[in-house]
């Protein structure tokens, strides 16, 4: 750490890296390239902790790389996490069991973010929350303006998210969708992700546990992705639904509800002016795969991987930043392009959906099958 915080502050470098957003994304990056001796810089223009709109399902392919990132002080948290070994699709009048295989695991955002956090500032990242990047100049070293002066490094990571001032968006969307999430209590609730879904969206319901709470309290995260001209609050989400109007009959509110808009899906672009993309920043992916957080942290330490030669002037950023690319697309590529086409027949009108549906429930290794393609 001594020797790259002194190879860096030669010329006027300050950091090695530094890394916009501090959510799973950018916690990943920032706590993988600082292992590697990197002088890293995290900026996050809110703070932890703080409850996020989430299905909270964190899908088996990355428990070992979450396990890895976080310290010994938060390792309680991936072992207490509740496990996730089935799922229900409610569509129309059927129900459709699959089989969650690894299972997942079910974290609070309020929990995991935080713990990641303090991960990255107990690895030596200089972590600042409260601080939003207003701007950037150059595309490598990087001067970053922030409402709490500028910062100069050699490679930037933009783990900003899904919508953020450093976020370009297309056009306005046609139809604009919203995330709705809040927290309940239910008796004895199964361990299931159980999704409901109806026309113009859909709802997901699994327990959860907070790292606080005393263990079996029967908490549930419900969230929904809805077309804002179908739903903008919870309940009415839960009308669209006659078995979850049902279920959600006996909930009792545990958090305030959280929302966030739009929601919009687009091909993932993981470099833009010589910056790596991570996380939502680069793309993303439809919240009903639960694969967001794993690709989050995958692309984070990945991006972290491919700028370590950079660090011993190995290679050139340009370089470091090309492999990034390449490798983004070959391994988190077709995640996306399996989950949009997923999504677009979820969504079908019910008449078209019909016949589908039958021929799912007639062979559950049909579905099992496409939850496999999004892995
Ligand atoms: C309705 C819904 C349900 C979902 N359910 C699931 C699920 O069950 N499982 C799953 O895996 N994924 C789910 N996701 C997706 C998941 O939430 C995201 O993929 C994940 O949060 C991406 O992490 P990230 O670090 O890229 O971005 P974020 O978690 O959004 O973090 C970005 C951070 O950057 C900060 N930031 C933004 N701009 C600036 C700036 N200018 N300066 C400084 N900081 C800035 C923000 O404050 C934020 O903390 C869901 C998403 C939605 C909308």
């Known amino acids: 750490m001594e020797e790259a915080a002194s190879r860096c502050s030669r010329g006027n470098t300050v950091y090695d890296l530094t890394v916009i957003g501090g959510g799973p994304a950018g916690a990943a990056a920032a706590i993988s390239a600082a292992r590697c001796g990197a002088r890293i810089l995290l900026l996050e223009r809110g703070q932890f902790p703080r409850h996020k709109v989430c299905g909270e399902f964190v899908s088996a392919e990355s428990l070992g790389l979450l396990e890895n990132l976080l310290d010994s002080r938060h390792a309680t948290l991936l072992r207490n996490a509740v496990r996730i070994p089935q799922g229900r699709l409610f569509l129309d009048d059927r129900i459709l069991p699959t089989a969650v295989d690894p299972p997942a695991a079910s974290i609070a955002r309020l929990d995991l973010d935080s713990a990641l956090w303090e991960s990255a500032v107990n690895v030596g990242v200089d972590a600042r929350p409260q601080v939003t990047v207003q701007g950037v ?125 739009p929601l919009i899906f687009r091909r993932p672009q993981p470099v833009r002016d010589g910056t790596l993309m991570v996380g939502d920043a680069a793309g993303f992916v439809d919240p009903f795969v639960g694969d967001g957080i794993s690709l989050a942290l995958r692309s984070g330490a990945l991006a972290a991987e491919c700028l370590a030669p950079l660090w011993s002037n190995e290679i050139s950023l340009a370089n470091g930043v090309r492999r990034y690319g390449e490798l983004y697309r070959q391994r988190l590529g077709p995640v996306f392009r399996t989950s949009s086409k997923i999504r677009r027949m979820l969504m079908l009108p019910r008449v078209l959906r019909h016949p589908l549906l039958l021929a799912l429930q007639k062979a559950p290794a049909i579905t099992r099958y496409l939850v496999s393609k999004t892995r």
């Open 137 to 261: 100049n150059g595309t490598g070293p990087f001067r970053v303006s922030t409402n709490a002066g500028e910062f100069e490094s050699r490679a930037l990571v933009n783990a900003s998210g899904r919508w953020s001032n450093l976020t370009p968006t297309d056009n306005s969307p046609a139809e604009k969708w919203l995330g709705l999430k809040a927290h309940f209590a239910e008796t004895s609730p199964d361990h299931s992700v159980d999704l409901y879904f109806f026309d113009g969206g859909y709802c997901g319901v699994q327990p959860v546990e907070l790292s606080h709470e005393k263990s079996g309290q029967g908490r549930i995260n419900a969230c929904a992705m809805v077309r804002a001209d179908v739903a903008s609050t919870l309940p009415q989400v839960f009308a669209r639904h006659p078995d979850l109007q049902e279920r959600s009959r006996q909930w009792r509110a545990l958090s305030e509800p959280v929302s966030t808009s």
